[in-house]
Nanobody, 122 residues
């Protein structure tokens, strides 16, 4: 089983940048696609970005396209989410998870991390 730990969240102002990290335990990280999702109070968990096991395929939610970049370093068992031009509506708990395919539905993801809070002030 893979355990995931997110880090890098914090309180920033609109227009600032943050880089989130998700580090996995275990030796099978490189076989999984990875996804980032976010959830704010009163809302369902929403898709942010996903990357295939090789890093060759990525998908983004329309709301973050052009501002966020997902990447991975399989040697470090880590997936990143670079977030630029942050907006107050990006405020949420961001979580990563594993999947067999790079997909947008949270239903196919497993091994969810505990999440990291991102707060963007206006």
């Amino acid at each position: 089983q893979v355990q995931l730990v997110e880090s890098g969240g914090g309180l920033v102002q609109a227009g600032d940048s943050l880089r989130l990290s998700c580090t996995a335990s275990g030796r099978t990280f490189s076989t999984y696609a990875m996804g980032w999702f976010r959830q704010s109070p009163g809302k369902e968990r929403g898709f942010v970005a996903t990357i295939s096991w090789s890093g060759g395929t990525t998908y983004y939610a329309d709301s973050v396209k052009g501002r966020f970049t997902i990447s991975r370093d399989n040697a470090k068992n880590t997936v990143y989410l670079q977030m630029n031009s942050l907006k107050p509506e990006d405020t949420a708990v961001y979580s990563c998870a594993t999947s067999r395919v790079a997909a947008t539905s949270p239903l196919v993801y497993h091994n969810w991390g505990q999440g990291t809070q991102v707060t963007v002030s206006s």
